[in-house]
């Protein structure tokens, strides 16, 4: 029997982050040490025979589980407040397995159109060979959800807030949709994490991340999960992960969750900065828009502050005045943040979805989710929000001139 440790009830999430796992082995680690091994040895062959068996809960092969991996799914279900999670080798692992575990031929998905644009190559290209059908519709019209309803929908999916236009649905209302059809929720909790919002807590049947993210932290490693009952996990993916292999390698999950033990502290510092920054780039006269729930001014601002306990997050976007080149123009005149692809590190990343993170999809595509040339995404970091902003300001001031 693989150990547990036990709590007090009413445990509070911060303590959660830092002591949930494994307790110590017989060395009596205080930081959790690292299993570097592909395989565990077992006394004998009929013991051997059992835990492959599944007749005994043991570590037995890393592809399988292993005491890291272990301990950064029960650290996230814990945060999450699912009873099981399942970690994978990245975000978009997740969604794969997923979708191999709830999907067959004939089963229908109704999906955002505002998720992440390898989420859709994923459901419409490689899940449509194979015979699974697939509706996009609007993130906040529920009217749009319920209507795409069909008698063979297995699967409701959504991103809250969405990646980069930072939309938000109304978890509890897409739950009640699907739970009326007989079909699951899954939601892409990435652009929040526990820190700010908990999915279950509306409805949601699953909860997707991408360790690489917040999660993490720090930009260092590829990581994804999915938390939700332990029976749907140990029933649904735990054979799929078995089979096709998807798995989380030791290392990258003892970062992870040592990325968690700091979750709640860096994503309110970060939020902190990304809502400054936002009101600033709103009075902007170089900035034609900007996406933060945040701000009073989003669309569903509302919403946003009773799913998300009153806080907008540490993603932003914001459209460029001049379209594509001055978008460009305000990218390559920035010295601090890093122009890269990825959000949720203590470092500021500026990123141009519409030809990198959603270069992909068709230009109708990016359209139908408000991605235009002239969008930028900013992953805030943790530097001094004055240095973000004269670094913005930078790029801004010859964006300004271009649209002149």
């Avoid at 419409?124 to 959800?145: C, I, L, M, N």
């Avoid at 059809?181 to 699953?206: E, K, T």
């Amino acid at each position: 029997m693989i150990p547990k440790k036990h709590f007090e009830p009413g445990t509070h999430l911060d303590t959660l982050a830092v002591r949930e796992g494994l307790p110590p082995s017989p060395w009596g680690e205080n930081s959790e040490a690292l299993f570097l091994t592909s395989c565990f040895v077992h006394p004998d062959a009929a013991t051997a025979a059992r835990r492959f068996a599944n007749e005994e809960d043991a570590f037995v092969y890393s592809r399988f589980s292993n005491p890291n991996v272990t301990i950064m799914e029960r650290r996230l279900a814990a945060l999450e407040g699912t009873s099981g999670c399942i970690g994978t080798s990245s975000g978009m692992g997740a969604i794969l397995l997923m979708f191999m575990g709830l999907l067959k031929a004939g089963d229908h998905v109704v999906c955002s159109r505002s998720v992440f644009g390898a989420t859709i190559k994923l459901l419409q290209g490689e899940f449509g060979k194979f015979g699974v059908e697939s509706t996009f519709v609007s993130q906040t019209d529920v009217a749009e959800w319920k209507a795409a309803m069909r008698p063979n929908t297995k699967l409701l999916f959504a991103e809250t807030p969405t990646n980069p236009t930072c939309e938000v649905c109304d978890i509890q209302a897409l739950a009640d949709i699907a739970h009326e059809g007989g079909a699951l929720l899954a939601v892409d909790n990435c652009l929040c994490s526990p820190a700010l919002q908990r999915p279950v807590q509306f409805g949601a049947d699953i909860v997707m991340h991408s360790g690489t993210k917040f999660l993490d932290g720090q930009g260092r490693v590829n990581a994804g999960a999915l938390c939700a009952d332990e029976a749907l996990i140990d029933s649904t993916f735990v054979p799929v992960m078995r089979s096709a292999g998807m798995s989380l390698s030791p290392f990258n999950a003892w970062v992870v969750a040592k990325g968690l033990e700091t979750l709640g502290v860096r994503v309110m510092a970060q939020s902190a900065n990304a809502l400054a920054l936002a009101q600033w780039l709103e009075a902007h006269p170089a900035v034609a828009r900007v996406y933060h729930p945040g701000l009073a001014s989003h669309p569903q601002h509302g919403l946003a502050m009773k799913q998300q306990n009153g806080v907008g997050g540490a993603v932003l976007s914001f459209d460029v005045k001049g379209g594509r080149e001055a978008a460009f123009a305000v990218i390559d005149a920035t010295r601090l943040c890093s122009i890269a692809a990825n959000f949720g590190d203590v470092r500021s990343i500026i990123t141009h979805p519409a030809s990198t993170t959603h270069g992909r999809l068709t230009e109708a595509q990016r359209q139908a989710a408000g991605i235009g040339q002239g969008m930028i995404r900013l992953g805030v970091g943790l530097e001094h929000v004055a240095d973000i902003q004269a670094d913005l300001d930078r790029g801004l001031t010859q964006a300004l001139a271009l649209a002149r």
